[in-house]
């Protein structure tokens, strides 16, 4: 006993290697940890509703640690993609989602991989949370073979079962997904799309057509505001007569969160699930969040809020930190588990980089590859007078 309470106070002290800091992770059962936990949650503001998502959100350990590999993930993924970007491997556009982790985290843990989703350019967490791989979305973004739309697709364009993507153009990811959620309607299943928008583009007129139709309809959808205070350069006090987004719809339903709580982000996606399924039609839902990089890799993101501003919300609203803090102040988690995470959560980014700066590019025979899925080849008019090329599915 007295053995291992000295090599647990040598692994705190930082004294002895990373595997002897697993032989106390190990030495620890699973019947050592609380299994799960209740948690009281921030209060969700309502808008044309008499009951919202309960106060309280009951986690399991397993979930936690979920939660908390998924956004550890998407962190290092992004910071990784910035340093790629900044090194010339990664070109032209990228909109980074570090600090919203758990949105995406959050509303996953609230439907389920049935139900389909479809979002804007800031879409890499998104892949991730939709079944993509670290691999898949680096060799993407570096525009190499192996990456998840093969090499064609880019930062804004990615791709994967019941996911349609990032769209690059503002706001036109709302009526795709109403027209998502109509297929569900039409088919009869029990599906629902999720259609998430950022705050630049609550202003966009399409959104509010395609509320009105969603609502006529009952279209079992829901409205997703991002907003992380900030569209481009422009605040939303600047950018917006009315910052109440989840009032938007006018006769549509909303909640209004706290979007850097994942635990908040899923009881209010769940009770957003079941109002669509149960056939009252579309909900919409504002998470407010905070990016902490800039709107994309061109703009620093400084030059219109201070640095303390940024660090004010890394020191009290970070994500990943408020789980952190609730499973180990509850014993669901030691300090070691989580940093052996950390640090395969690196590797695996780190693998995933070096494969995805090695991986051939794409030949230009594909370039003409998935126009049309299940066609047969026909001659497409290619880049240069003098060349031909073929199409193939």
């Known amino acids: 006993m007295q053995k291992m309470m000295t090599l647990i106070s040598n692994v705190l002290r930082g004294s002895v290697s990373r595997n002897a800091a697993s032989v106390v992770v190990s030495s620890r059962s699973y019947a050592d940890f609380t299994p799960e936990a209740t948690f009281d949650i921030k209060k969700v503001d309502l808008h044309r509703l008499e009951e919202g998502p309960p106060l309280t959100s009951t986690l399991t350990r397993e979930d936690g640690l979920k939660y908390y590999r998924t956004m550890q993930t998407i962190r290092r993924m992004e910071l990784k993609a910035d340093q790629l970007y900044k090194q010339k491997i990664i070109r032209g556009f990228c909109h980074l989602y570090d600090g919203q982790e758990a949105c995406a985290v959050g509303i996953e843990g609230g439907i389920t991989l049935s139900d389909h989703l479809i979002t804007a350019y800031r879409a890499h967490g998104y892949t991730l949370t939709r079944g993509g791989t670290v691999r898949e979305i680096m060799a993407e973004l570096t525009g190499r073979r192996e990456g998840i739309a093969k090499g064609k697709g880019g930062s804004m364009h990615m791709y994967t079962k019941n996911f349609y993507g990032g769209n690059g153009i503002v706001g036109a990811q709302v009526p795709l997904g109403a027209g998502v959620a109509l297929a569900c309607k039409y088919l009869g299943t029990d599906q629902l799309c999720v259609s998430l928008y950022g705050d630049g583009a609550a202003n966009q007129g399409q959104i509010f057509e395609t509320y009105n139709m969603a609502s006529l309809w009952k279209l ?34 909303g909640l209004r969160v706290d979007g850097m709580d994942v635990l908040c982000v899923r ?26 990089h800039g709107h994309s890799m061109s703009d620093p993101g400084v030059s219109y809020r201070t640095r303390e501003e940024i660090q004010e919300v890394r020191s009290k609203s970070d994500p990943i930190s408020m789980l952190k803090d609730r499973m180990l102040s509850n014993n669901m988690a030691s300090v070691e588990e989580l940093k052996e995470i950390d640090i395969e959560v690196r590797k695996e980014i780190e693998d995933a980089a070096q494969f995805a700066t090695t991986d051939p590019e794409p ?31």
């Not at 009881?267 to 902490?292: N, V, W």
């Open 267 to 292: 009881e209010a996606t769940k009770f957003a699930a079941d109002h669509c399924r149960s056939g009252k039609g579309p909900i919409l839902m504002e998470l407010q969040t905070y990016r902490y």
């Open 220 to 253: 079992p959808i829901i409205f997703i505001c991002e907003n992380n205070q900030y569209g481009m350069g422009t605040s939303v006090e600047r950018a917006s007569a009315s910052t109440e987004y989840y009032k938007r719809g006018d006769f549509i339903p």
């Open 363 to 393: 030949p230009l025979d594909d370039l003409c590859s998935h126009i049309y899925a299940n066609e047969k080849s026909f001659e497409v008019r290619g880049a240069t007078p003098w060349t031909k090329l073929t199409s193939h599915s």
